[in-house]
């Protein structure tokens, strides 16, 4: 299926969103989620981050995170649109976004407990 573009006017919109206006950008990124096999999507999305000011986004980071993986094998450019937010909201807020990420690197590092649980390898190698 063909899915319109994102508008034009969504990352004036996100930049112009009080700051605690966190419905327009939770509705954003559902939106993107929903179609994130979609290129064209992608591309517009990775536009949109560049154009939008990173702390918008910081509220956001467990969700961006949770779906970070491997940039090898991503034909839609889901991944490398992912990878570039978060790769400049840890750069930006590393306070807020570092955490996470390393949550995820040493996943395999901490010790087991009673509630056990595991992140898969391919998000810990990403």
């Known amino acids: 299926s063909i899915h319109p ?9 996100v930049t112009q969103a009080g700051k605690y206006d966190l419905r327009l ?4 990124l559902a939106l993107w989620f929903e179609l994130c096999s979609d290129p064209t999507v992608n591309k517009e999305m990775e536009l949109t981050f560049q154009q939008v000011p990173s702390h918008k986004f910081v509220p956001l980071i467990y969700q961006l995170v949770a779906r970070i993986g491997r940039l090898e094998g991503d034909h839609s450019g889901f991944q490398v649109a992912l ?18 990420l390393f949550a995820l690197r040493n996943n395999n590092r901490v ?15 990403a």
């Open 5 to 13: 573009p994102v508008s034009p006017t969504i990352p004036a919109a």
């Open 25 to 28: 950008l939770f509705r954003l």
């Open 83 to 100: 990878h570039s937010v978060v790769g400049r909201i840890s750069y930006d807020h590393p306070y807020h976004a570092l955490y996470h």
């Open 111 to 125: 010790g087991k407990s009673i509630m056990e649980y595991e992140v898969d390898d391919e998000k810990v190698e």
